[in-house]
């Protein structure tokens, strides 16, 4: 395997060469820490890191080595460098949720999804930078500066998981986990031009995930292809008996969706397929016209307005048109409470976070500003320096609509009309719509500093923050540009069927291929 | 309680620390006494990115103490974030239960009116919630000092309706409750360790008047005693200043218990806003009706039942039978006691007497006790057979509790077999006759009234053994 | 419905977030902005619509009473901002405050 062109593999390839003995992880571990100083990684210039591995990095690289050696299974991510967005908790590593109330904050614990991925042998190199407590579209609301998108510098990255999308588009690593809440992990691998996955909630373990608003968070994967998302998914995914809200349900091999194996078979552990699937997963036959035959995808008109940038429009179209000619049927569908979404969410989502950020008091962790006016001047000099503009925004709206008085009009209707956002999805997933198939964003990325309202800022979520409310699985994957700025294309399918959106999705990358950087 | 003028109204909103092994939501121990922050984890630290975890043990005794106290079991309830400021309080938020809570609907009786009538007072509601750290304000200066060991421990809230009229009925509350929890062997319940706290609320309306006063609430009251106090002070403050013309202001008083009165609490906050919302963390509670008919299958007899149940089986006093119940365990060695020796007078005379000293002169509880109840039913049955008399019987008693052998054995080795023989014990009479020449010439003569002294006298000789029966008769046989 | 400037010294008080005179200002324009937008939902007609917080309809799951704990890597120490013979320290409560406490909880 030719390392220079290490960042053009899959990161399954990688394992499988690292389990075979044929790559040394070391070495894949140094080229991405070498690329990520290449392209300015740091403060110094993209601002994607927060904080680097080391010593740690090199001393589980020989790990590695030594399970090798002793004959035991190094795990379906050996050797594959991985970054974790800065609001999951990490051994070694601080964990700052790009704030100053936590920066240099090490967590003494780690979250279940990290201790997941090392067990299957990835390095952690890195933890990312974000917007500040995930509250943003844009990583320009962290306390550590703004990232810079590498495709293009003068633009963003997108929020908040902005460092990790930006990693993978870079090609410092093949995979990064990051975290939604209402599209901060597709809306930022949109437009980056990477992948992003989020999981259907409760698929993935919250435990470790700082809490924004505890009902809608999910972890989710970004990846530099299809098949690096699927493979992360895997190894994070399944039961915690440490998060409540955690689901059951099994874990299917998401990666053989790609080869048009059905959804039952990938789960059964005893057949052949498991074990193909513990290694590369050859990339699938080129798509035909019999790839997606039998599949109906759902276009929501309401996603799809008079007022749509034309030019997204227009690489929207290319691929329905794609998937048309992969033989599947495409669907007008309407969702129609899904324009309520971004008030129902800005209830919601600040509600809960002003419960979750109220630990953030200065007595146990974190930031403590001593105060002449004792514990209460302590606790409001703390919060109101380590805290951030939005942050304090989002706090103080959501105080205001749990406050007594305002609960039943603001936050219990809120709820109720969540409730028949996600009926909608329900309703369509039942009538024969396999997949929903969306832009992910209204536009492709905007410069650094172009927006200052927040509420034009709350829109980038538009077309995100349903499938975050209803609680259903959504990914981006590129498909192609417009004004040399990535675009992505959004699919939704109904809650645990990641697998019928992966195999939607490998078989778009497929039948797009180049034309979907271009 | 009235003034003539005013009814005092009160209900109790009563704290339970449940005694499961480990916390409510994590796997800590709950256990007390460790050193500070020892029994402490991610997620009763609340450490960025912990999660909830529900306690099986602390659903099943909150259940169990609901049923018990009379209530219906929601088959759904949900927990809530009440939300404030602490610093023993680590998350910003107790996950507590607001608008669905576990259980509604029981009540408890807490004696009888004097016509006879049952006095009951109501619970609205028992509910599960999260206890909160400690804070420690004397030990270093111009510093409060953290633990929270004690932070996340299961507590469940029993509200009472506002059915209480008198301080002293709101100590028989206490008392009936504390009583049934015991019974229920869901918590420790004692007010001084702290597993136990009452809150109350108060107001006053004139006789007759169905409508509600404005009521205060009392806190920091740390004894059913100081509760009582601490009613009847507020009960006097309201109705002094209702007559005068003033209206009762909602507001919380803290008991001061050094100088006995209510005092108002000086926090500004006024009236607390807690932003109570669905706790996200955790999925509504789900019982279904299969377990908690088996949770109310296995309730322990409670005192109420038990009590009346001891007086129609054993045909003892009321009065007998509230003393041999105050404790379910000395209830429990007494019934097996009477059980197995048949005579339920005898059993409780020797209970509430010999056992109850020995428990206390060693510290021990009867759970422990040396003397099993089957022993003490062996000793029973050799005084009523007269096998020995009833004073060897209680040197008997003294060393099966030194030595936990049977009764039978010891009466035996140390030779407190009575004597019945007429001849040993008019041998012994003689003697007592020859010994106290004076006192046994004055009896022959007449005075009746020496033959204890003498009955005595041959009782010592003869070391507890002689059948004092029969001693009677022989004297009053020589005295003609 | 607008919010005033008393309302969001009130909330900012509530969350414990020390606001500045101007940023009140600042802020009561923005989170009234904000709001504005949410008047929308008054107008959607829920009934019957159940309020769910979570998605999903199984019943919370129950743990063992027996202690797994999951550990902590490093001591206290090393992320607390003062400890002293492992108590948590911070500056003595005013007794509003240690009322306050007393008023919150049992």
Same mark, same amino acid.
């Given at each position: ?518 | ?480 | ?23 009140? =200002? ?18 959607? =007609? ?38 002293? =013979? ?11 405050? =240690? ?8």
């Amino acid at each position: 395997m030719n390392l220079d062109d290490y960042s053009l593999l899959r990161a399954a390839e990688i394992a499988v060469g690292v389990r075979a003995g044929q790559v040394s992880a070391d070495a894949v571990v140094k080229a991405s820490f070498d690329r990520a100083c290449d392209i300015g990684a740091g403060s110094d210039n993209l601002n994607i890191v927060l904080a680097a591995a080391d010593e740690a990095g090199r001393a589980e690289c020989e790990s590695l080595t030594e399970k090798r050696n002793s004959g035991k299974d190094l795990g379906l991510l050996a050797g594959v460098p991985v970054v974790i967005k800065d609001n999951i908790a990490s051994l070694g590593l601080p964990t700052t949720c790009g704030s100053k109330i936590l920066e240099g904050y090490v967590s003494p614990f780690e979250a279940t999804v990290v201790t997941r991925l090392r067990s299957h042998g990835a390095i952690v190199v890195a933890k990312t930078n974000m917007d500040e407590f995930a509250m943003g579209s844009s990583t320009e609301n962290s306390a550590f500066g703004p990232t810079r998108n590498p495709v293009d510098v003068r633009c963003v990255p997108g929020g908040s998981s902005g460092g990790s999308a930006a990693a993978v588009a870079a090609g410092i690593t093949p995979i990064a986990l990051g975290s939604e809440t209402g599209g901060s992990v597709r809306q930022p691998a949109a437009f980056c031009g990477v992948v992003g996955v989020k999981p259907t909630y409760g698929r993935v373990s919250r435990y470790g995930l700082v809490a924004f608003a505890s009902s809608l968070d999910q972890i989710g994967v970004l990846g530099r292809t299809v098949d690096d998302a699927a493979l992360g998914l895997e190894v994070i995914a399944g039961f915690d008996r440490l998060d409540s809200t955690s689901s059951d349900a099994d874990v299917p091999i998401y990666r053989m969706s790609a080869l048009g194996v059905p959804a039952p078979e990938a789960r059964n552990p005893d057949t052949e397929l498991l074990r193909i699937g513990r290694s590369a997963v050859p990339l699938p036959p080129p798509p035909d016209s019999k790839t997606l035959e039998g599949v109906v995808i759902g276009k929501p008109k309401e996603y799809f307005p008079d007022s749509l940038d034309a030019s997204v429009r227009d690489v929207c179209e290319r691929s329905l048109e794609k998937f048309r000619e992969m033989g599947a049927v495409v669907r007008d569908i309407s969702l129609a409470r899904s324009p309520l979404a971004i008030p129902v969410y800005y209830i919601i989502a600040p509600a809960e976070a002003s419960s979750n950020l109220a630990r953030f008091d200065g007595v146990r962790y974190g930031l403590r500003v001593d105060s002449p006016l004792g514990l209460k001047g302590m606790y409001e000099e703390t919060r109101s320096r380590g805290f951030g503009a939005e942050v304090t925004r989002r706090i103080l709206l959501g105080t205001y609509v749990l406050s007594a008085g305002y609960y039943d009009a603001y936050y219990k209707k809120a709820q109720a009309v969540r409730r028949l956002i996600a009926e909608d999805f329900t309703a369509a997933f039942s009538s024969g719509v396999n997949a929903i198939f969306t832009p992910t964003t209204p536009t492709p990325a905007f410069h650094i500093g172009a927006i200052s309202d927040p509420y034009e800022m709350y829109l980038n979520d538009i077309f995100t923050v349903t499938a975050n409310l209803a609680g259903v699985p959504a990914m981006s994957v590129p498909i192609g540009r417009v004004r040399r700025l990535p675009v992505g294309g959004q699919i939704i399918c109904a809650h645990f069927d990641e697998y019928t959106m992966f195999r939607v999705a490998y078989a778009l990358e497929a039948a797009l291929g180049a034309e979907a950087h271009q | 309680m009235t003034t003539g003028r005013y009814e005092m109204v009160v209900g109790l909103e009563v704290h339970v620390q449940l005694k499961t092994r480990t916390k409510a939501f994590c796997g800590c121990s709950a256990d007390f006494g460790a050193a500070p922050n020892v029994n402490t984890c991610p997620v009763c630290l609340a450490l960025p990115g912990a999660l909830p975890v529900l306690n099986e043990q602390a659903v099943k005794l909150a259940t169990r103490a609901a049923l018990g106290l009379g209530c219906t079991v929601n088959p759904v309830s949900i927990f809530a974030r009440k939300n404030y400021f602490y610093p023993d309080l680590p998350k910003g938020y107790q996950i507590s239960q607001f608008d669905q809570p576990l259980a509604t609907g029981g009540s408890v009786a807490i004696g009888e009116t004097e016509n006879g009538a049952e006095v009951r007072i109501g619970i609205t509601r028992v509910h599960m919630e999260e206890d909160a750290g400690k804070s420690i304000h004397d030990r270093y200066p111009g510093a409060t000092a953290i633990d929270l060991n004690r932070s996340g421990v299961p507590l469940i809230e029993i509200v009472s309706e506002p059915d209480i009229r008198s301080a002293a009925d709101a100590g028989a509350y206490l008392r009936t409750l504390k009583q049934i929890l015991q019974y229920l062997d869901v918590s420790d319940v004692s007010m001084e360790e702290g597993s136990l706290r009452v809150d109350a609320n108060i107001s006053v309306r004139p006789p007759g008047q169905t409508k509600l006063g404005t009521k205060t609430e009392v806190k920091n009251m740390n004894s059913f005693s100081a509760v009582e106090r601490a009613l009847e002070s507020e009960f006097a403050r309201q109705a002094a200043l209702v007559d005068s013309g003033g209206r009762v202001e909602q507001q919380t008083l803290l008991w001061d218990g050094e100088r006995e009165v209510v005092r108002p609490s000086r926090s500004k906050e006024g009236s607390h806003d807690y932003r109570y919302f669905p706790e996200p963390d955790l999925r509504p509670l789900l019982l279904d009706a299969h377990w908690i008919a088996l949770v109310r299958d296995e309730l322990p007899e409670l005192p109420d039942a038990r009590r009346k149940r001891l007086v129609s089986d054993f045909a003892l006093a009321p009065m007998e039978v509230e003393q041999l119940t105050t404790s379910p365990a000395i209830a429990e060695y007494f019934e097996a006691v009477a059980r197995a020796s048949g005579d339920a007078k005898a059993s409780y005379n020797w209970v509430m007497g010999e056992v109850i000293a020995a428990l206390r002169a060693s510290g021990g509880g009867v759970d422990s006790f040396r003397v099993r109840p089957a022993d003490l039913a062996q000793l029973l049955n050799l005084v009523r057979d007269g096998t020995i008399s009833h004073t060897a019987g209680k040197r008997v008693f003294t060393r099966m509790v030194e030595t936990g052998k049977p009764a039978a054995q010891i009466a035996a080795d140390e030779g407190l077999l009575q004597v019945g023989d007429d001849a040993v014990i008019a041998g012994w009479v003689d003697e007592v006759l020859a010994e106290h020449p004076a006192e046994a010439a004055r009896y022959l003569a007449g005075e009746k009234k020496l033959q204890g002294v003498l009955v005595g006298f041959v009782m010592r000789k003869s070391q507890g053994r002689a059948d004092p029966k029969r001693v009677n008769q022989l004297l009053a046989s020589r005295a003609g | 419905m607008a919010v005033t400037r008393e309302d969001v010294l009130h909330i900012a008080q509530l969350a414990r977030l020390g606001v500045t005179s101007e940023r009140a =200002d600042e802020l009561t324009r923005e989170l009234s902005a904000i709001l504005a937008h949410m008047e929308v939902l008054s107008q959607v =007609d829920t009934a019957g619509a159940e309020v769910t917080s979570t998605v999903g309809a199984e019943g919370t799951p129950l743990r063992p009473d027996a202690g797994t704990v999951p550990g902590l890597s490093a001591p206290l120490e090393t992320v607390a901002p003062a400890m002293r =013979d492992g108590f948590f320290i911070v500056p003595r409560l005013a007794t509003h405050e =240690d009322a306050a406490g007393i008023e919150n909880r049992a």
